[in-house]
């Protein structure tokens, strides 16, 4: 195939490729939207996601070797067989600057040592390995659970309400109306900036186009995992977020139930929110404690919580459910959190390359960052209930 036709190729399989990617991203909004609404996905939306998903890779995957056939010299071959001296002692670039005197700078491309003909380079065959190497998946976060807005100041002032009391109630005609009582505190949130960076050889950048990809999912990856536990776990000094369970209100059984499960311990902390008029809309626990609660089985080996064939989000008691290692393993944390907190978004999630870098330029390094920066604001601590299993049986 020409330069010509495999070009056009490539500008017809990026407009395939934009689609195809607009397509996954409609179909993952109505997912998360069923899920939120239904507690599940249909059979049918999930053929979709997975249809959509393997267009997309497909595609990626022909970009990406059309990309590195573009890449290739066609004097590859020739110059398998030649030494890294010999390539460079024949090549027309050096004979040009030797000609002008040999001043100034000369930037020479040859074959790593490696694959030269000296260095058994005829002996190694290439393997290429298909499709594109698929990163983890983070499961439902808790984001999805609490309310998100936007700010374009460093720091966030609000109102804290710490207790209600309502004292309401029929009067009689000039007698003294009752008195309720409701407390405020002014709080602040400041933003708080979260980021990481790795350095990566220049040549792999460039000679692997898919190498980009993958390093901007694992930072970006990596920043929500970060933020996830400081959502949840920020103790508020130094740099770090003030979290959800460092202001959740302690759990107290609103009643005694005889040998308590795990189970029973959750939908008495809902009960416990719903007293304090704060219905809860999530749980949050470790994948371990989930796991737990799925494997229980009736006396006669039934599921009684799981599906095995099923394909719907993890809920309990009609709520969705969080399952995030950034929970403590005999931890939970029971809820209305759209009504009690907002995360402040100051900057999405940025990936920047850059050889600017100390020594990048003489390594040939490139330094890639990612960062994101947003606050936390907890209005009601009594809408959140944090407690720990550990005290429960079953």
Same mark, same amino acid.
């Given at each position: !195939? ?5 070009? $056009? ?8 490729? @934009?689609?195809?990617?607009?397509? /996954?991203? %409609? ?7 069923? *899920?939120?609404?239904? +507690? ?7 053929? %979709? ?6 267009? $997309? ?5 022909? !970009?990406?070797?059309?990309? $590195? @056939? ?9 110059? %398998? ?13 050096? @004979?040009? &600057?030797?000609? %002008? ?31 594109? !190497? !698929? ?17 374009? /100041? ?6 804290? #309400?710490? +207790? &209600? ?7 009689? =005609?000039?007698?003294?109306?009752? =008195? ?33 990809? *993958? ?11 970060? #933020?996830? =536990? ?11 977020? =003030? ?21 029973? /311990? ?11 008029? &704060? ?5 949050? *626990? ?10 229980? @089985?009736?006396?006669? +080996?039934?599921?009684? &919580?799981?599906?095995? $064939? +099923? ?30 907190? /907002? ?41 959140? *209930? ?9």
């Amino acid at each position: !195939m020409s330069e010509e036709n495999r070009e $056009q190729e490539l500008a017809t399989l990026a407009a395939d490729l @934009k689609k195809a990617a607009d397509e /996954t991203k %409609k179909v993952a909004e109505q997912t998360n939207t069923e *899920i939120k609404n239904l +507690g599940k996905v249909n059979e049918e939306t999930k053929a %979709k996601a997975d249809e959509a998903l393997a267009k $997309q890779n497909d595609l990626a995957a022909r !970009m990406a070797e059309i990309e $590195q @056939k573009m890449a290739r010299d066609p004097g590859d071959d020739d110059r %398998k067989s030649k030494s890294i001296g010999e390539q460079v002692a024949e090549s027309e670039e050096l @004979k040009e &600057f030797a000609a %002008k005197g040999a001043r100034g700078n000369l930037r020479l491309q040859v074959k790593d040592i490696t694959s030269a003909a000296s260095s058994a380079g005829e002996l190694i065959q290439e393997q290429r390995l298909p499709g594109v !190497m !698929m990163l983890p998946q983070y499961p439902r976060r808790i984001r999805s659970l609490l309310n998100v807005g936007r700010t374009t /100041t460093n720091m966030i002032e609000y109102v804290k #309400e710490l +207790g &209600f009391t309502n004292s309401a109630a029929v009067v009689s =005609e000039g007698v003294e109306k009752p =008195e309720s009582e409701i407390t405020f505190e002014t709080d602040t949130a400041p933003i708080r900036t979260i980021a990481h960076w790795i350095h990566v050889a220049r040549q792999a950048m460039d000679d692997a186009p898919q190498i980009a990809g *993958i390093i901007d999912g694992r930072l970006r990856f990596g920043l929500d995992a970060a #933020e996830e =536990e400081e959502i949840l776990n920020g103790d508020g000094t130094g740099q770090h977020v =003030e979290g959800l369970i460092t202001q959740a209100t302690d759990y107290s059984a609103p009643i005694t139930i005889s040998g308590a499960t795990t189970i029973d /311990t959750l939908r008495l902390a809902m009960l416990q929110a719903s007293l304090a008029l &704060f219905p809860a809309n999530g749980i949050v *626990i470790h994948p371990t404690e989930w796991a737990r609660i799925e494997l229980t @089985k009736t006396s006669d +080996g039934a599921y009684l &919580f799981a599906n095995p $064939q +099923g394909v719907a989000g993890p809920t309990l008691w009609g709520l969705p459910v969080v399952a995030t290692q950034a929970m403590s393993g005999d931890d939970f944390l029971v809820g209305a959190f759209n009504m009690a907190a /907002t995360i402040w978004d100051r900057m999405d999630t940025e990936v920047l390359i850059s050889s600017e870098d100390r020594d990048n330029f003489v390594k040939n390094m490139l330094t890639v960052r990612a960062e994101k920066r947003l606050g936390l604001a907890v209005y009601r601590p009594e809408a959140l *209930i944090y407690g720990d299993f550990g005290t429960v049986s079953g």
